[in-house]
């Protein structure tokens, strides 16, 4: 019974650790500013609507779980509508982007909570989450990963949602950047996004954890124009997946090699892609490497 207990007692540990990375990941908190309630520690666009008595982003209840969740909604203020949006950090009112988000050291498999929402006009909202880094030797912020996802249809009761990582670096992040849209680009009102208890799911490990195998990957020629080389080595025998995807997270092409073994060479044909910076993933015996590639 001891064991039980301490098993289920580290287990919950770690849940609330994962999920307690998020800011107000359960929408509980809620903090006045300038005469209106808003989500703690994320930024809406209700100090740009408040002066028409509108909000896009407002506390309804009851959680799922939990007693509050965050309501997203376009709404209409004169001739324009205004998107609902919600970003962890910052948010620039003006551009719709945000300036900064929160402290995060992690590589998660997947974004998971959940939602509803519908559009009463034809532009779907999304979300979207963004891993980034400082690189020192470039001083650039680069991107570690997105997980990327425009809504489909409607979902008129609470779902779970999964949204999938695409990691274009094996390095370890710095920093998270959760965006959540009601509406696309041509918000029309009322489309809502309502969002609760969000949190982060698995593990993909980083270049510190890879075992020798999958650093003997060579791709040429890089940028290329029609056609791409790849030749792996792997020590022990094991399944072989590779995936290529472009610099948003959308997976374009995967091929299954099945279990191989040794020197491994592949062509891959990329005249069909317009140009630009991708990724490749090889993944193989539970862990996967990503290198980046350009066609000119």
């Known amino acids: ?9 580290t287990f919950l540990l770690l849940t609330c650790t994962i999920i307690a990375q998020i800011p107000n990941y359960s929408f509980e908190t809620w903090e006045t500013v300038y005469g209106h309630l808003n989500p ?17 982003a407002t506390k309804g209840t ?35 982007l945000p300036i900064s988000g929160f402290a995060f050291t992690d590589r998660p498999q997947s974004f998971i909570g959940k939602w509803q929402h519908m559009i009463y006009g034809t532009s779907q909202g999304s979300i979207k989450v ?23 249809g409607m979902a008129m009761a609470w ?31 009322n489309d809502y996004l309502w969002v609760d208890n969000l949190s982060f799911s698995g593990y993909v ?44 997270g959308k997976i374009i092409q995967v091929y299954d090699l099945g279990v191989q073994q040794g020197t491994i060479e592949k062509n891959i044909s990329v005249s069909n892609l317009a140009k630009g910076k991708y990724f490749i993933n090889i993944i193989t015996d539970g862990v996967s490497a990503v290198k980046p590639f350009v066609i000119e």
Do not use: H
């Not at 969740?69 to 719709?96: M, Q, R």
């Not at 470039?138 to 991107?143: A, D």
């Open 40 to 56: 703690a520690s994320w930024g809406t666009m209700n100090n740009k609507t408040a002066y028409a008595g509108l909000y896009t």
């Open 130 to 152: 963004t891993l980034t880094r400082w690189n020192f030797d470039t001083n650039q912020r680069e991107t570690i990963a997105i997980a990327n996802k425009t809504l489909v």
């Open 62 to 96: 009851p959680g799922n779980p939990g007693t509050a969740y965050l309501k997203l909604t376009s709404k209409k203020i004169g001739t324009p509508v205004v998107n609902g949006i919600a970003v962890c950090g910052v948010l620039d009112s003006i551009t719709l």
């Open 159 to 189: 779902e779970a949602f999964t949204i999938n990582f695409a990691y274009q670096s094996n390095y370890d992040p710095d920093t998270c950047i959760i965006l959540l849209k009601a509406s696309g680009t041509s918000p029309t009102a």
């Open 205 to 248: 490990v980083g270049i510190s954890e890879k075992n020798n195998s999958l650093n003997k990957i060579n791709i040429f020629p890089n940028p290329c124009s029609d056609k791409l080389n790849l030749s792996i080595y792997v020590e022990k025998s094991a399944d072989i997946v590779i995936q290529l995807y472009d610099i948003e």
């Open 1 to 9: 019974m001891n064991l039980k207990f301490t098993l289920a007692s």
